[in-house]
């Protein structure tokens, strides 16, 4: 297994990336039981909320980040790479900036929507969208170059820098306060290094780069991002609406009581994520459609074996690991675990399945994906027993429609590639 693992590109890969995530995720996981223990459920659940959010406005730098790792990995003359990157991140940064003066303008009307007890994680959410936006180029030059190595050291001190820092500031009573600034301070550990390790490597100077560009060469990545922000945005739907919907449903307690069990179920995304990121830069568009077929049999295996043990887990020790992990007076809504840990599980194979098409820029995922946020939307909107279960079946109906259609869309190719159609 070794040597299979040493001569396969992709599974070396994912091997580094894999190590370095779970290393994220045991900062990241440590992060939400600590903060569970020492807050009251509202105060967590407002900062659960808080990193829904950072999710949802994050869909548009995941788009650019998206993009950015497909340049990287296809494209070889570094001068014009570099003219690339820099003028989508002055793109991103101006989008950003919009989206920031729209977000402080309703603040307190989403302050109201959601339930938060306090006006400061969306201000918090304010600071940390702009360094994001910063730190997504650098990330997606390393993923994209396919040096995951770095990738995942850049993770590790982000997670460790927002888990101590965070931890310590709740811990003297600060809250979520303190908590919102352990997250902002993370942004900013990872912002130093990532400029350190791309140094010499990505010049986003962009007066020193714009003569490299083609005419239109940005509008045909702009273009491409379009179809990526669609995708990813469903992606990310998934990811976090379970959260959104019941805590704006749900009083304050029963939404942070539930906001303990999504952020266990969540290990099983975030477990998975490797698989899409190597999946990205790993298939080409000059590979044949063999190769890049392979590749991603690969990763689906590799998602449910992994997501299959977890599932397992689940099912036979929630208790248990509620009470190792958050405490036992979350304990309640234990029997959701094995189902929020379903909709995890899907929603990561969606997003591996979406990165395949990505990387080949398949546009048909714009109508996959305003279909699935369409269904999503409607299916809860009529919901009619209005529990937190019926909201997760609601969510697993819509997975599993969109990958069905992302299923047959991947078999309706290879087979015409087989017969020569």
Request: charged letters at 10%; a positive charge.
């Amino acid at each position: 297994m070794i040597t299979t693992i040493k001569n396969d590109i992709f599974l070396k890969h994912y091997a580094i990336f894999f190590s370095g995530s779970m290393m994220v995720a045991l900062l990241n996981y440590a992060f939400h039981p600590i903060l569970a223990r020492l807050m009251d459920p509202a105060s967590f659940g407002d900062i659960q909320a808080l990193i829904s959010l950072i999710a949802v406005f994050g869909a548009l730098l995941g788009a650019f980040s998206v993009v950015a790792v497909n340049i990287t990995a296809n494209l070889k003359n570094t001068h014009e790479l570099n003219a690339v990157i820099a003028e989508l991140q002055r793109l991103s940064l101006v989008l950003v900036g919009i989206g920031i003066v729209a977000l402080l303008a309703g603040a307190f009307e989403l302050k109201k929507f959601l339930n938060f007890s306090s006006i400061y994680p969306l201000i918090g959410l304010g600071i940390i969208l702009p360094v994001s936006a910063i730190n997504t180029f650098r990330n997606a030059y390393l993923q994209g170059s396919g040096r995951f190595t770095e990738l995942s050291t850049g993770g590790i001190i982000s997670s460790a820098t927002k888990l101590i820092l965070a931890t310590a500031l709740v811990y003297i009573g600060l809250g979520s306060i303190g908590a919102t600034i352990g997250i902002i301070m993370a942004g900013v550990a990872s912002y130093y290094y990532l400029v350190w390790r791309t140094r010499g490597y990505l010049d986003l100077n962009q007066h020193a780069n714009i003569h490299a560009l083609e005419k239109g060469r940005v509008r045909k990545e702009v273009i491409y991002g379009v179809l990526v922000l669609f995708a990813t945005s469903l992606v990310t739907l998934f990811f976090t609406i379970d959260i959104l919907v019941v805590k704006h449903f749900f009083s304050a307690y029963e939404a942070g009581l539930y906001s303990g069990i999504s952020a266990i179920a969540k290990i099983l995304y975030f477990a998975i994520g490797p698989v899409a990121g190597v999946l990205l830069s790993s298939i080409k568009i000059r590979n044949t459609r063999k190769e890049n077929s392979r590749t991603l049999i690969k990763a689906l295996a590799l998602s449910l074996s992994v997501g299959g043990i977890g599932i397992l887990t689940f099912y036979i020790f929630n208790d248990l690991i509620i009470s190792i992990m958050i405490g036992q007076k979350y304990l309640p809504f234990a029997y959701l675990l094995p189902k929020a840990g379903l909709v995890m599980l899907l929603a990561a194979i969606t997003n591996v399945l979406v990165f395949y098409f990505l990387a080949l820029r398949r546009f048909f995922l714009i109508v996959v994906s305003c279909g699935g946020i369409i269904l999503t939307g409607l299916l809860l909107t009529i919901d009619k027993e209005g529990s937190i279960e019926s909201i997760l079946n609601n969510i697993l109906i819509s997975l599993t429609v969109v990958i069905s259609v992302l299923l047959y869309t991947y078999a309706k190719d290879h087979f015409n590639s087989h017969s020569g159609i």
